[in-house]
């Protein structure tokens, strides 16, 4: 945090904002426990729950990392700001090139990947 | 303010305090200490490694012979594998894949990166020591134990990991022996030790800058060591999450990498399948080439420092090299994939990387562009350090420009796996960065231990190796262009007598006999680098300045060697890095905190 | 010697040295899950229709330490809180709060959690013939609709078919050769106590008996949520453990006796068992790691050593407690994702 020399009044806001999340995080926790229910209970197809549960984590994450981590203060410096930013596209490379390529075969055929427990067939014999 | 006044009262205790033998040479926390440890250790695991290539080019030149002398030696410390004193081709494979490891991970990192970024990078830009001096002495601890568990797995029943320095799965995992087991656990030892090393490097360069030494203003070898520690800390964490899982396949008999049908011997494995093989190398190669850049770029900057301060003059274009070195970094992470295009990787991610191999060309060829432009016009010495420095750069180059052919997906499906590879990656970093190495060990020696090594014997020294280096490498890219493949343990003499496509070229496999003599030719060329080494500790020409180079940096402006806090005063930079040769100026070097 | 900017911000970056080299750490471990996220994709990506095997978490328990590690994220920061108001006894109480939330979360999943996955076994069935048996043993006329439910709850795919499926339960007795009265296993049967358990390839025909005594015939499992006294059906047997020298409390189970020889695959949820339970125990083990290292971090700070810190450079002790702080958060930060992604998804 930037102001070491800060008044009892400002850290005293800060508890409340502090308190505030915490309240925050456990309610989003909630909802998605709850949302899987629903999910389960009136069937809602898997990526709209997949992007309903990455949605609230992705809030979740980013009032931790705003709050209590003090980025919301903290981004200014950019030694906190580029490292991170540079860190997340590299994640964020590294995660898109490797699903990327794993998928981009000529005539990849999945078929093979149907073996399990179908009966007695070995995987190379299927071929 | 309240916490200045602590500091005073804490600058006494600490610097009158005795240290005792154990806290000041071995569990040391003084930056030059921890330098000097990483240089020592890693110096003798660079001969290990170079020892191992020896018995492996015998094993190529002579299949199946007796080595003589070592081959009793290796028989009786390994037992069957170098039964009466052969090389076997599990021994081979053990060897070729401990001579990457120890010297990827164990000799040259250490020495480039650790070693001289330790010692010289506090010095340069002017603070007492390292952000977190107990950090870097964990760091170096945990480097040890790498090693010596690396080490230890010669030893242990069926040797070390046999699966190439690359571990790739499922062939590293199906391996009956323990070997790779220790590969791993010694890999995250040694990935630890690289993470603290990166974080208090780049915490170190941001905080402790002296007064006036803005970024602008650091030595271009600060910037290298910069980069290497940033590729270091975001690209060696997928290689310990990789380790993690094989790990797990090796002794929880997951199936991280290990693909569904797998027979193992003829036998279906008994594993759940379901894994991936490429996902262990993506993993790999995500650090994997980030490291060649961590390979080469200390040396790059050792090197300009070596080029400025003997040809006295500026570095030509030192902000345009700044700028390459930082475009090198961040496209070094997004070009991982070009060593896997025989992967049955498709158009598309193939296009993606073959683009971004072509444009990580560019700044590699304006940071050897500005090297070359800087000796034009200078007032050139050729000293040992500056010989190396200046041989380095047609070497990378050659190593670079040879890189061309195999980041193209259609040129690499001929010559991937090759000897032209290895021919390509060997000219990168055993004489580019290793000779930027010696450089700079001649170059600092004198600041190190207060005498220089002997120049007479330095130069006998480099003449040979420049001369053994190319003998060695240069014949390996026509053997690779005939198609002779890499890690065959009897240099192809099976496929000696194949017809046409299948067969290999009668020169390709005489050739192997004298890239072998050229090899032992290169070890006793490194004899007068060791004796003078050891003796000029002690008997070296003693230098009768702090400044002996007539250098700008501000290592050269501390005593010699630097004690214990390095800087009498605290330097206050008043000027650019390599102010040489200023016209007005009273000597030809102005150094960084001369107030004019 | 004194390192610069211990304990003061460097006018320029703005930042003290532990900030900036905690940051960075950070960065790395981004990293480092990264990696493993990236692992977990691709394999789900990758994974056959009846292999990515979830749905067996127990979510209960999971959002209980969820709630526990985010409560233990407010104490942490309330703590520094305390401390830059000049508050030492309530920046104790609250990192004592905080280590306690600690222990309570790896309490959880070494005592409970972890251990019932090692307990639980999956049984998958040479043919549709010896599976549709022992699913009617074990379900009776529910059986058809059990087989859906297990498709659908754990593997995410109402198509699969009764040989992709798994008979999911306790192990609770075992027969051996030349002998038929049946062994009981103690309470349960799992892999530290029990050191006994078999894994096979999907496509191997024959079990492989790893690190369990050779001769076994049969094993006894009492299925999940199968009733105990519904009809027996002609081709299969339940058994009921008799009362014997060692069966003891054991006595009570009931379950399906399965002969050997028409299992294809036995395991239990252990890594081995499925890429998803390797990337599971990987991913929290690591997790885990993380956890406990932070409890022995926020206990150092309240020993003796940092309160005599505190004494003499408060401004310092704060950092300290800022930067165990941030890293806490971090921990915290893996785990909001954990949660999803292992549990219910």
């Known amino acids: 945090m930037s102001d070491h020399h800060a008044s009892p009044e400002y850290y005293h806001g800060l508890i409340k904002k502090f308190k505030a999340v915490g309240y925050t995080l456990i309610i989003a926790t909630l909802v998605t426990v709850g949302i899987d229910y629903f999910v389960e209970k009136y069937e809602v197809s898997f990526p709209k729950a997949l992007a309903f549960a990455m949605l609230v984590a992705v809030i979740k994450a980013s009032c931790v990392i705003a709050v209590f981590m003090h980025l919301w203060w903290d981004i200014k410096w950019k030694t906190i700001s580029i490292t991170m930013a540079c860190t997340f596209f590299f994640f964020a490379a590294m995660m898109y090139l490797t699903i990327t390529s794993v998928n981009d075969v000529p005539g990849l055929d999945n078929s093979y990947r149907k073996l399990p427990g179908q009966a007695e067939h070995s995987a190379l014999a299927d071929k | 303010m309240q916490t200045a006044t602590h500091t005073e009262v804490h600058h006494d205790d600490h610097s009158h305090a005795e240290q005792s033998f154990w806290t000041k040479y071995i569990f040391s926390t003084d930056h030059k200490v921890i330098g000097i440890q990483y240089g020592v250790t890693a110096l003798v695991f660079l001969l290990f490694g170079f020892g191992l290539m020896m018995a492996m080019r015998w094993q190529i030149a002579k299949p199946d012979q007796p080595i003589p002398v070592i081959g009793a030696l290796l028989e009786s410390v390994l037992g069957n594998v170098a039964k009466d004193g052969i090389i076997s081709a599990q021994l081979y494979n053990v060897f070729g894949a401990m001579h990457g490891t120890i010297m990827v991970f164990m000799a040259i990192v250490p020495l480039g990166f650790a070693a001289f970024g330790n010692y010289i990078v506090p010095l340069q830009i002017g603070a007492p020591d390292m952000c977190f001096p107990r950090v870097n002495m964990a760091s170096f601890w945990a480097f040890f134990l790498g090693c010596v568990t690396m080490t230890v797995s010669f030893f242990i029943p069926g040797g070390a990991a046999q699966a190439g320095w690359t571990s790739y799965s499922p062939l590293a995992t199906s391996l009956p022996t323990d070997g790779q087991t220790y590969w791993l656990v010694a890999m995250v030892l040694l990935i630890t030790s690289s993470l603290l090393g990166a974080v208090n490097f780049i915490a170190t360069i941001i905080q402790l800058r002296a007064p006036g030494m803005t970024w602008g203003r650091l030595p271009f070898f600060v910037w290298a060591q910069f980069v290497t520690a940033f590729l270091l800390l975001l690209a060696f964490p997928p290689l310990e999450a990789a380790g993690v899982m094989q790990l797990m396949d090796k002794v929880a008999g997951t199936s991280f990498f290990l693909p569904t049908g797998l027979f193992i011997s003829g036998q279906p494995a008994t594993i759940s399948g379901g894994g991936s093989p490429l996902l262990w190398q993506h993993l790999f190669w995500f650090l994997g080439h980030p490291e060649v850049y961590v390979l080469i770029l200390p040396a790059i900057g050792i090197v300009t420092e070596v080029i400025a301060n003997s040809t006295r003059r500026p570095v030509w274009g030192y902000r345009l090299m700044v700028g390459a070195v930082l475009v090198l970094g961040f496209l070094s992470f997004i070009v991982w994939a070009h060593h896997m295009y025989l992967t049955g990787m498709g158009n598309k991610v193939a296009t993606f990387f073959q683009t971004t191999t072509m444009i990580i060309s560019i700044p590699s060829v304006i940071l050897l562009t500005c090297l070359f432009m800087s000796l034009w016009k200078g007032a050139i010495r050729f000293t040992t350090a500056s010989m190396f420095a200046f041989s380095f750069l047609p070497m990378f180059g050659i190593g670079g420009l040879t890189g061309l052919p195999l980041g193209f997906n259609f040129t690499d499906i001929h010559l991937h796996d090759s000897y032209y590879v290895i021919a390509h990656f060997h000219y990168v970093v055993a004489p580019g960065t290793i000779f930027g190495l010696f450089a700079g060990v001649y170059y600092w020696y004198p600041k190190m231990t207060g005498r220089k090594m002997s120049e007479y014997w330095g130069k006998v020294h480099f003449w040979c190796s420049l001369i053994f280096m190319n003998l060695i490498f240069l014949p390996m890219f026509k053997q690779g262009f005939d198609g002779m493949s890499r890690r065959m343990s009897d240099g192809g003499a099976t496929y000696a007598s194949g017809e046409g496509v299948l067969g290999l070229a009668a020169e390709s496999i005489m050739t192997n006999t004298i890239i072998s003599h050229a090899a032992w030719g290169l070890a006793i060329a490194q004899v007068p680098f060791i004796v003078n080494f050891f003796w000029s500790i002690r008997n070296g020409e003693k230098v009768t300045s702090d400044n002996p180079w007539n250098s700008t940096t501000l290592e050269w402006q501390t005593p010699t060697p630097p004690p214990h806090g390095n800087f009498i005063t605290q330097p206050v930079v008043y000027r650019d890095a390599y102010e040489y040769s200023k016209p007005g100026a009273s000597k030809d070097y102005l150094p960084q905190n001369e107030k004019v | ?345």
Not at chain 3, 176 to 199: C, E, L, Q, Y
Not at chain 3, 218 to 233: E, F, N, Q, S, T
Not at chain 3, 242 to 264: C, L, N, Q, Y
């Open chain 3, 1 to 345: 010697m004194e390192i610069p900017y211990n304990s003061t911000q460097r006018p320029d970056t703005g930042l003290y040295n532990a900030k900036v080299g905690i940051w960075l750490f950070l960065a790395s471990e981004v990293m480092l899950f990264g990696a493993l996220f990236s692992a977990y994709v691709l394999l789900r990506v990758g994974a056959s229709p009846g292999t990515w095997s979830m749905g067996l978490m127990n979510i209960p328990v999971g959002t209980f330490n969820t709630v526990i590690l985010i409560l233990s994220s407010v104490t942490v920061v309330m703590a520094w809180a305390s401390l830059k108001l000049g508050d030492f006894k309530a920046y104790k109480k609250y990192q004592i709060a905080t280590i306690l939330c600690a222990a309570a979360f790896v309490l959880v999943k070494w005592s409970y959690e972890w251990p019932a996955k090692f307990t639980h076994y999956d049984v998958t069935f040479k043919d549709a013939t010896a599976a549709k048996d022992y699913f009617v043993a074990a379900y009776g006329d529910n059986h058809s609709k059990q087989v859906t439910k297990i498709a659908k709850d754990r593997y995410n795919d109402p198509e699969l078919q009764i040989t992709q499926v798994p008979l999911s339960g306790h192990i609770v007795g075992y027969k051996v050769k030349g002998d038929t009265h049946v062994h009981d296993v103690g309470k349960v049967m799992n892999i530290w106590n029990g050191a006994w358990f078999w894994r096979i390839n999907w496509q191997d025909t024959n079990m492989v008996a790893l690190n369990c005594p050779k001769d076994i015939t049969a094993v006894i499992l009492h299925a999940d949520g199968a009733d105990d006294d519904h009809a027996k059906p002609q081709h299969a047997k339940t058994a009921s453990l008799s009362t014997d020298a060692h069966s003891g409390a054991g006595s009570k189970h009931h379950g399906v006796e399965i002969p050997v020889s028409r299992i294809k695959r036995l395991s239990s949820l252990e890594p081995a068992h499925s890429p998803f339970f390797a990337i599971y125990f990987t991913l929290t083990g690591l997790h885990a790691l993380h956890v406990l290292g932070g409890i022995v971090v926020l206990s150092y700070n309240l020993l003796p050593i940092g309160t005599r810190l505190w004494l003499k450079d408060p401004d310092r002790f704060a950092n300290r407690i800022e930067t165990t702080g941030l890293f806490w958060h971090f921990v915290d930060l893996v785990w909001i994702f954990l949660f999803p992604i292992l549990y219910l998804l």
